[in-house]
C-alpha cells in the first residue's frame, strides 16, 4: 500500500507531476485568532505519497478528514490519484496539495487533519487553533458569519 512520505500545511503550494514544487510558508502548526468560529481564508495541503514500483500505474484513493478537538467531523473530501513513474523498477513519490478554501473552526482547541490512502489512515498532521489579537499574527483571517 502506497505510504506517506512527507505531509505538510503550508499558506500556498503549487505541485505540477513529475516536476519540483513551490511553497509559501510551509509548516503550519498553529493559527490563532481573536474570535470563533473562525473562518481561515486558505491553506494547502502538500503531500508526497510513496508508491512502490508494482503500485505504479494503479489508481489509488485519498481521503482527507479534518477533525475538531472532541474528535468530531468538521469537513473531508475524497479523491483519487493514479501514479505515474518510469518503468525502472524503482518506487516514485508523487507530490500534490490540495487547497484548503474557508475552513471554519468552531473552536480553540487541537484539531488533526487525518490522510487515508485506501481507506487506512496513513498520516495524521496536529493543527492547535488559539484566541489571539490579529495584529499578534501577522494572517489573513476572518470571523465567521453567523
Known amino acids: 500500500m502506497p505510504d506517506i512520505e512527507y505531509a505538510f500545511l503550508a499558506d500556498a503550494a ?3 507531476p513529475g516536476h519540483k514544487f513551490h511553497v509559501l510558508g510551509g509548516g503550519i502548526t498553529r493559527i ?22 508494482p503500485e505504479t500505474r494503479r ?3 485519498l481521503g482527507i478528514v479534518l477533525l475538531d478537538p472532541d474528535g468530531g467531523e468538521v469537513t473531508s473530501a475524497t479523491g483519487s490519484l493514479m501514479a505515474r513513474g518510469q518503468d525502472d523498477g524503482r518506487d516514485n513519490i508523487v507530490t500534490f496539495s490540495v487547497d484548503l478554501y474557508g475552513i471554519r473552526f468552531p473552536s480553540p482547541g487541537d484539531y488533526s487533519f487525518r490522510i487515508l490512502v485506501n481507506g487506512s ?6 493543527l492547535l487553533l488559539v484566541r489571539a489579537a490579529a495584529g499578534d499574527l501577522g494572517i489573513n483571517i476572518a470571523p465567521a458569519e453567523s
Not at 490563532?32 to 514500483?53: E, I, K, M, N, S
Not at 489512515?121 to 496536529?126: A, H, I, Q, T, V
Request: no cysteine.
Open 14 to 16: 503549487e505541485t505540477n
Open 32 to 53: 490563532g485568532g481573536p474570535t470563533f468560529p473562525l473562518v481561515h481564508a486558505h491553506l494547502a495541503l502538500v503531500v508526497g505519497l510513496l508508491v512502490t514500483a
Open 59 to 61: 489508481e489509488h484513493e
Open 121 to 126: 489512515e496513513r498520516k495524521r498532521l496536529g
